[in-house]
């Protein structure tokens, strides 16, 4: 009898696979075509991390899946090449990102092609190859003609260990998303996109998309919108108005004071009227050195200072208050200002209690009481309104937008989200094709001139200076304007590595075109992608900015849809030992070395079983060796079983039963639970290994093929067939013969056994105890007495008492 050797086997299938180009979809004629794609990976380690094998593995399923159910599957692959990551791992290993980059793309595919996917390698696609990017730069002279791409200069996040500016959805909790270190402000002037043009789309689109839940949830608190009223009140004595948003105009009556952000341009327009400008100025220049998450922090002590002199008007009881400066209100949201309600805003009543400035309740919890005692700190909740005027006695919700009314305010919607910082200074990006001529401005490079070349430079660290070290490459920098052809400078910066991977996928199946980055009718038959399945952790990043770039590409007509992914699944982690895997635990799963020693079908279904696909599970070496030990029983299983063949199906239920089982699990990605039904299956065959029969065998093979392709493939060849189990269709279940699975039920008079019936498992009460009293042997054992009670057990016996 033959070993299973997985290592040899899945070498045979590998060549035989990629010689005849088994899993390459025909773009052109494919019937029935479905679009399955995987997170490309950012090639910024030597190999794989077991994390990708994981979120590859569980997407190849289902492609696998698919195709068996006669679907004309594309799973393309590729690298995410350019960027902050490959560039530091470079850095890191003192070599040049163009050198690195390329070395450990050559390991990834090398270990991607043993994971036995069905990646098309003819449509692979690198994000830092100038065919790639060429398009990258024509996708933002795309934008920059629909207004959507500007250059402003604005308060940014600056990483200083990554020295370059980040985009607000690259900070969490104040740190730099991809290295840790905290953040620092900047006054620069940086390219942006327009993303919240979109923001009602992207929010209102999320009702028609079929995604994991969790992930829309982040994305509807990062866009964030509130609804609010814009107010404006009058500053005493001048023709300045203070607007502010408040998504409470409920209180406009409790509002005793107001505030505005210290970089706020009315203090300088008011400066002749302040008459404590000395303390003003020295105010905002400390506020000057803090960032936003200092100044914001729930906990810091708040200060300020008022602006004496000045005097706002409330315009709901026309009562003059004070007008602050204070840090804790910042510039970049909002109007820059509020109308500060102590009562009813926690922050406001720590800074009223520090200042001493009056806290008036106007929404009172204890209805119907007139006068509503302060509390011990500001009441949030809901309430009648109390001390404002005539909408006394309204319940709060209603008051928001009568108050809004009496007082001309404007009611709005604002969201969290911001303008998406493209401009990395940094080396490892595709310039950004913009000229800047002292004629004639900003000019955009014209499509022909495309690409802008990346200059391969000796020194290509980042400088930390606010330039990238592209300004200091004078061959790069200088260059004729594209209109009047006098001399003129290059931009100097790159674009972020999230607008590579925010087009990808419309790149896959057109990496054939030189002309164009796309090709609409190929587009329209291939997108928008069928099956999306990722990590959780672009849930703000990567797939906010797809689904921005694919509305923007909508609306300029080069495609006719404006969602890029008609499903996303997000996928769980894995830990080793409890914990999350890094180089400093020291506990970090090489794929490599579980691929040599138990091969790649034992790692895939081993990395599927550890727990739901959507939630991930915990690596124990103890663990693999269960899945081991199970290929090596399916193995042994058609070797010994191939002469012993029976016509008798004794398991055609449970072969029903565990098709039906799988299918539904495979639907669902519960890949954890189908192979526990392939491991019972697989049981029941064993225990019948005497008569077992063909069709279950082959069964077998066929749910196993796509967890485990190799060894699926290597045995039904031994079972004499000469096509691929991956070219079979998926079996279908007969639900009736599920139903019908037979079971024995012993039939009892007075607890003594009197006959022993085959019926339907699964028979309910009511008729095993009908099938009782008109069986013959219990009628002889009854002598025509009535019975007093029947006792029904469950698909084991019915006893009849008499
Ligand atoms: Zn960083
Ligand atoms: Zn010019």
């Not at 069905?118 to 207004?147: A, C, H, I, N």
């Not at 006068?371 to 109390?386: K, R, S, T």
């Not at 769980?572 to 180089?583: Q, R, V």
């Not at 639907?667 to 065959?685: D, F, G, Q, V």
Request: net charge positive.
């Amino acid at each position: 009898m033959k070993r299973y050797n997985p290592q040899q086997i899945e070498r045979k299938w590998q060549k035989v696979w990629e010689a005849k180009k088994t899993w390459k979809a025909d773009i052109k004629k494919a019937k029935k075509p479905y679009y399955n794609l995987m997170m490309f990976p950012y090639p910024s380690a030597e190999g794989l991390h077991v994390g990708n094998v994981y979120a590859f593995t569980g997407s190849d399923i289902h492609g696998r899946f698919r195709r068996m159910q006669g679907f004309n599957v594309f799973e393309p692959m590729g690298f995410d090449s350019f960027g902050i990551h490959s560039e530091n791992f470079a850095i890191k290993k003192g070599t040049h990102p163009k050198t690195q980059t390329a070395k450990n793309i050559s390991n990834f595919r090398k270990q991607l092609k043993a994971m036995g996917a069905l990646f098309d390698w003819s449509r692979e696609v690198v994000t830092s190859e100038p065919d790639y990017y060429k398009w990258t730069q024509w996708l933002f002279l795309q934008l920059y003609k629909m207004g959507l791409a500007y250059k402003a200069k604005a308060p940014v996040d600056w990483c200083p260990s990554c020295k370059t500016v980040l985009a607000d959805e690259q900070v969490i909790d104040g740190k730099c998303e991809r290295c840790g270190t905290e953040v620092i402000q900047k006054e620069l002037e940086q390219w942006f996109f327009r993303i919240t043009k979109y923001a009602d789309k992207l929010l209102k689109n999320l009702e028609t998309i079929d995604w994991s839940e969790r992930t829309k949830i982040a994305q509807r608190n990062w866009i964030g919108r509130s609804e609010g009223t814009l107010i404006d009140f009058k500053i005493q004595d001048t023709k300045y108005k203070i607007q502010v948003f408040t998504t409470r105009p409920d209180t406009l009556f409790g509002a005793t004071y107001m505030v505005l952000a210290p970089e706020h341009n009315l203090v300088d327009q008011l400066k002749s009227q302040i008459t404590n400008w000395q303390e003003v100025e020295a105010y905002r220049k400390e506020a000057k050195k803090k960032n936003e998450v200092e100044r914001t922090e729930v906990a810091k002590e708040k200060t300020g200072v008022e602006l004496k002199g000045v005097k706002a008007i409330n315009p709901a009881n026309q009562q003059e208050i004070p007008v602050w400066i204070a840090d804790y209100v910042l510039a970049s949201y909002g109007t820059g200002a509020i109308m500060a309600v102590p009562a009813h805003d926690q922050r406001d009543w720590e800074f009223a209690k520090i200042y001493n400035l009056p806290i008036i309740m106007v929404v009172c919890p204890h209805y119907p009481a007139k006068i509503c005692p302060v509390m011990d700190e500001a009441y949030l909740g809901e309430g009648h309104l109390v001390a404002s005027g005539q909408f006394d006695g309204m319940p709060n919700e209603k008051a928001k937008w009568e108050i809004t009314k009496f007082v001309g305010g404007n009611r709005t919607a604002k969201y969290h989200l911001r303008d998406w910082l493209i401009s990395r200074q940094r080396y490892w990006g595709p310039p950004i094709p913009i000229i800047y001529c002292d004629k004639c401005g900003t000019v955009p490079v014209p499509e022909k001139d495309l690409p802008v070349p990346l200059p391969n430079v000796k020194d290509f660290r980042p400088t930390g200076t606010d330039k990238s070290p592209l300004a200091s490459v004078e061959k790069f920098v200088k260059t004729k304007c594209p209109k009047c052809k006098s001399p003129a400078r290059r931009e100097t910066d790159v674009s972020d590595t999230f607008l590579d991977s925010a087009w990808y996928f419309f790149r896959y199946p057109c990496t054939e075109l030189k002309n164009k980055p796309f090709d609409k009718l190929t587009v329209k038959k291939w997108l928008p992608v069928d099956m999306y399945i990722g990590g959780q952790e672009h849930a703000v990043l990567h797939l906010l900015y797809t689904r921005f770039i694919t509305m923007a590409l909508k609306d300029a007509g080069f495609i006719e849809f404006e969602e890029p992914f008609k499903k996303f699944r997000a996928h769980g982690l894995i830990t080793k030992e409890g914990a999350k895997m890094s180089k400093s635990k020291g506990n970090v799963v090489n794929p490599d070395e579980y691929f040599k020693q138990y091969g790649a079908d034992t790692v895939r279904m081993y990395l599927m079983f550890i727990g739901p696909f959507s939630e991930g599970g915990d690596w124990s070496d103890k663990g693999i060796v269960g899945i081991s030990r199970f290929l090596n029983r399916v193995w042994t299983l058609v070797q010994s079983s191939s002469k012993s063949q029976s016509s008798k199906n004794e398991l055609e239920a449970l072969r029903q039963k565990t098709i039906k089982k799988v299918t539904e699990d495979l639907e669902n990605l519960r890949y954890n639970t189908a192979i526990s039904a392939l491991m019972e299956y697989l049981n029941a065959i064993n225990n019948q290994q005497s008569t077992v029969n063909k069709k279950d065998i082959e069964t077998l093979l066929i749910l196993l093929s796509p967890f485990a392709p190799y060894i699926a493939e290597e045995l039904w060849r031994e079972l004499g067939h000469n096509d691929s189990v991956h070219n079979q269709l998926w079996p279908k279940y007969n639900p009736k013969m599920i139903q019908e699975g037979k079971t024995r039920l012993v039939l009892q008079v007075n607890g003594k056994v009197r006959d022993i019936v085959e019926v339907v498992s699964g028979i309910s009460e009511a008729e095993a105890k009908k099938l009782a009293l008109v069986n013959p042997k219990i009628k002889k054992w009854l002598e025509g007495k009535t019975p007093k009670k029947l006792i029904f057990v469950p698909g084991r016996l019915v006893n009849v008492v008499v």
